[in-house]
Nanobody, 118 residues
């Protein structure tokens, strides 16, 4: 399975943005999906993850209540809806997939840059 992330861009604080992750070449439904982010001089952070059925989602405390992860298994896409964006959310966001319920993220997309700035 290959992952292609899209939807990043430059937005102002308080704005919303939706990232998409399109999977191809395999059985998307077998994978838990997630989003990591990497900001300059900061540790990589898992911001959101959703299980294979879409029934369980988990979030980092830093984004809880602002970000929502979802998946469209029919169309092999997962989404990260980001609301009330803050400058601290500026990072490269990576779409990831796991066949082990998140114990190991073996699939990585290429990353999409989100910049939150006035």
């Amino acid at each position: 399975v290959q992952l292609q992330a899209s939807g990043g861009g430059l937005v102002q604080p308080g704005s919303s943005l939706r990232l998409s992750c399109t999977a191809s070449g395999g059985t998307f439904a077998h994978y838990s999906m997630g989003w990591f982010r990497q900001a300059p001089e900061k540790e990589r952070e898992l911001v959101a993850a959703i299980n294979w059925s879409g029934g369980i989602a988990n979030y980092a405390d830093s984004v809880k209540g602002r970000f929502t992860i979802s998946r469209d298994t029919t169309n092999h896409i997962s989404y990260l809806q980001m609301n009330s964006l803050e400058p601290e959310d500026t990072a490269i966001y990576y779409c990831v997939g796991s066949q082990s319920d998140g114990r190991r993220w073996e699939l990585w997309g290429q990353g999409t840059l989100v910049t939150v700035s006035s």
